[in-house]
T-cell receptor
Framework: AQSVSQHNHHVILSEAASLELGCNYS??????LFWYVQYPGQHLQLLLK??????LVKGIKGFEAEFIKSKFSFNLRKPSVQWSDTAEYFC?????????FGTGTRLQVFP | DADVTQTPRNRITKTGKRIMLECSQT?????MYWYRQDPGLGLRLIYY???????NKGEISDGYSVSRQAQAKFSLSLESAIPNQTALYFC???????????FGAGTRLSVL
């Protein structure tokens, strides 16, 4: 079965800093990959997804992620974070008929 | 109005009590899911259902049961609650065309 690793558990940044959150999944083949975001006190919402095609995918709020098949990775990036990006970020991979989520990365952005 | 509605939003109960968490959706999706979220553990799948007659165990189904009363309703029961079931519970839906899941606002459950 698939598994997902998010190596950064807690990231603290100042506004305008660049962000990269790591995500690795356990085995290859055709994969559907997702990043979800959970703002404080809110439900999870989709940030971006990769199903096929261009490995660089763009999502909402200036986020992007790059699928690198050879590294089994799907890292999330943002060139310049804002205070409003403070949230928890979850990577997920489709495994047969369900999604497997990583343990999440808590991002704190200070003004 | 929310597309995926969970009730109650918060619940405090005692060890040994039976409790039901409810989820309803207006998205018209066939697939529904129950997850629990614990700090440092992310989201773990409890049960999922692809239609009214289909129920599947997830990663951590022990101590839980579910009922799919209709396409739009999927409830989660704790037959005899225990303190380590204290967590945030999320319901989600998706359709068969893609794997994007849409989440409810969550139910925060505390078992004393």
């Amino acid at each position: 079965a698939q598994s997902v690793s998010q190596h950064n558990h807690h990231v603290i940044l100042s506004e305008a800093a660049s962000l990269e959150l790591g995500c690795n999944y356990s085995y290859g083949g055709t994969v559907n990959l997702f990043w979800y975001v959970q703002y404080p006190g809110q439900h999870l919402q989709l940030l971006l997804k990769y199903f096929s095609g261009d490995p660089l995918v763009k999502g909402i709020k200036g986020f992007e992620a790059e699928f690198i098949k050879s590294k089994f990775s799907f890292n999330l990036r943002k060139p310049s974070v804002q205070w409003s990006d403070t949230a928890e970020y979850f990577c997920a991979v489709k495994d047969t008929d369900k999604l497997i989520f990583g343990t999440g990365t808590r991002l704190q952005v200070f003004p | 109005d929310a597309d995926v509605t969970q009730t109650p939003r918060n619940r405090i109960t005692k060890t040994g009590k039976r409790i039901m968490l409810e989820c309803s959706q207006t998205k018209g999706h066939d697939r529904m899911y129950w997850y629990r979220q614990d700090p440092g553990l992310g989201l773990r799948l409890i049960y999922y259902s692809f239609d009214v007659k289909d129920i599947n165990k997830g990663e951590i189904s022990d101590g839980y049961s579910v009922s799919r009363q209709a396409q739009a309703k999927f409830s989660l029961s704790l037959e005899s609650a225990i303190p380590n079931q204290t967590a945030l519970y999320f319901c989600a839906t998706s359709d068969f065309l893609n794997d994007i899941q849409y989440f409810g606002a969550g139910t925060r459950l505390s078992v004393l």
